[in-house]
């Protein structure tokens, strides 16, 4: 396996040598490097919410998910919708509902990263961009991360598919505003504690982040997609876009199961374009894929892309 692993990396090397447009898709495992955690791992846990995936038949029709990936998927049962999903904390329904609790986990999850460093991994994609645009070739991540922390590294050319934890926007007018803000309203300080016995903080609305817009005090939300929302259209009109043109696809960190972007790494394959899996663990698309480094890919990624 050793000696695989190592004819692999050669391989890959040769790959990227001559790849004039590479496509980096990123998850939560990126982040995980600079200490955020991840969505699915085994302790992900807010409060009751477990993010584990329950699909129905529908859905599955819908992505076209293989029965054969169905083991991957981890799905303990077939019961649905099954209790305290996430989706019924990161969904437009949640919101409306209780946008107290909501705000409370974007609250935790805000000041979680609000203090976190560009990783190797972050700093290796960086540099690789600026290294290659003076060769003119292009360097595109695509990323799941809500967090700010490719652009900290310093990537230029980001498409964050999945919006940003550091935006709010206004229920009622629509604007979209960076907000760094620790903590972001005085209702929410210390609030958010992730612990299985905390109770709701049910803060009354009108205390939760408003709009500061001229005479709007809408209530703002964080700018993120949520579980059911589509996303934006024009960022993904140019994620289409890169992957028509990318000769080399990387996926990173990502368990690839939340769609659509999921389907991104193997709709590259399909064109034949190389594309190397940088994860700990294999995961439902690992199959499609011309390469596998499984690891940390603060360790896996860097050597790959100097
Ligand atoms: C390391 C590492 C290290 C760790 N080194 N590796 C049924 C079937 C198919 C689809 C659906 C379905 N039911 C509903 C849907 C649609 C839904 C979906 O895909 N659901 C799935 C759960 C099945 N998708 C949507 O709703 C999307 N919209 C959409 O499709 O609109 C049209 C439509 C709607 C409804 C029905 C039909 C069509 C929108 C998806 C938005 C996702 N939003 C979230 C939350 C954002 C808000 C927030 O921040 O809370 O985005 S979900 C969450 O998952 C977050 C992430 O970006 C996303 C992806 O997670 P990621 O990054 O892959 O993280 P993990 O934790 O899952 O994985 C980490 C990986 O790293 C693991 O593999 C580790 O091994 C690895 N790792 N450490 C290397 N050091
Ligand atoms: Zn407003």
Known sequence: LFLIRLSDMSEFRKAFAKAKNIAIITGAGVSAESGVP?????HEKWRKWHSQVHLNKEAMSDYNILPSELHSL???TWIYPPPSLPQDLASPEAFSRNPSRVWEFYHYRRELVLDKKPSAVHLAIAECEARLKKQGRSVVVITQCQDDLHRQAGSKHVLKIHG???ETRCMSCG??????????????KSKGAPGANVSDAQIPVDKLPRCEERDCRGLLRPNVVFFGETLDSHILTNVEKEMELCDLCLVVGTSSIVYPAA?????????GVPVAEFNMNTTPKTEYFMYHFQGPCGTTLPPALA
């Not at 991840?38 to 085994?42: L, Q």
């Not at 604007?175 to 929410?188: E, F, G, R, Y």
């Not at 389907?263 to 064109?271: K, T």
Request: with cysteine; proline share 6%.
């Open 263 to 271: 389907m991104f790494g193997p709709r590259v394959a399909a064109r």
């Open 74 to 76: 981890n799905l303990s």
């Open 175 to 188: 604007q979209v505003t960076v907000n760094k803000q620790s903590p972001i309203c005085a209702a929410l």
């Open 164 to 166: 940003s934890l550091l």
């Open 38 to 42: 991840t969505f699915r791992g085994e």
